[in-house]
């Protein structure tokens, strides 16, 4: 099973600022890593797919970069709505997995 | 509009069975893998079984081989999870989301809560 590692697992950051979010596995994924939005109460909305395409819908303030075992989301300004728990989740291997989440909250 | 509506949670004793059903619209569900991924009080998400589009494929997490079925109707545009010989530690909010390799769009999940 490939592990997944976020970090760190909270930000706290004020609106406007820049965002960097990790996301690191056990062994090589390729570029097959997607990254995941939750907020409270909600079901998770997918953000990135395959490292760096945007899903239907996605600012373009979201942006995603990596292969192998290292990858990054980047929320470039952050709004109001973006503060909220951030997975990551590979496809590269059976059984998927999850990261445990980065948690970015208001400064 | 894609929907997927999550049924048949409840509180269940452990050692007990139950079937949740997941309802699908707006897309072409025979075309699409699907997967079931759930998320215990408080803690982040877990990947739990995925069904090719014709049903021939299912996979697993190990926690829940042999004690968790995942099948689909697709002349009904439904998805299962029976699930057998239930844990505390399956308490969980049980997501149905559509795709194999991502969840591209969720239903809103139904709670399963195994306690005495």
């Known amino acids: 099973e490939i592990v997944l590692t976020q970090s760190p697992a909270t930000l706290s950051l004020s609106p406007g600022e820049r965002a960097t979010l990790s996301c690191r596995a056990s062994q090589s994924v390729s570029t097959s890593l997607g990254w995941y939005q939750q907020k409270p109460g909600q079901a998770p909305r997918l953000l990135i797919y395959?490292?760096?395409n945007r899903a239907t819908g996605i600012p373009a303030r979201f942006s995603g970069s990596g292969s192998g075992t290292d990858f990054t989301l980047t929320i470039s300004s952050l709004e109001p709505e973006d503060f909220a728990v951030y997975y990551c989740?590979?496809?590269?291997?059976?059984?998927?997995?999850f990261g445990p989440g980065t948690k970015v909250d208001i400064k | 509009e894609v929907q997927l509506v999550e049924s048949g949670g409840t509180l269940i004793q452990p050692g007990g069975s139950l079937r949740l059903s997941c309802a699908a619209s707006?897309?072409?569900?025979?075309?699409?893998?699907m997967t079931w991924v759930r998320q215990a009080p408080g803690k982040g998400l877990e990947w739990v079984a995925c069904i090719k589009e014709d049903g021939s494929q299912q996979y697993y997490v190990d926690s829940v081989k042999g004690r968790f079925t995942i099948s689909r109707d697709n002349a009904k545009n439904s998805l299962d999870l029976q699930m057998n010989s239930l844990r505390a530690e399956d308490t969980a909010m049980y997501y149905c989301?559509?795709?194999?390799?991502?969840?591209?769009?969720w239903g809103q999940g139904t709670l399963v809560t195994v306690s005495t």
């Open positions: 395959d490292s760096s």
């Open positions: 989301a559509r795709g194999g390799s991502y969840g591209y769009s």
């Open positions: 989740q590979q496809r590269g291997n059976w059984p998927r997995t």
């Open positions: 707006g897309f072409t569900f025979s075309n699409s893998w």
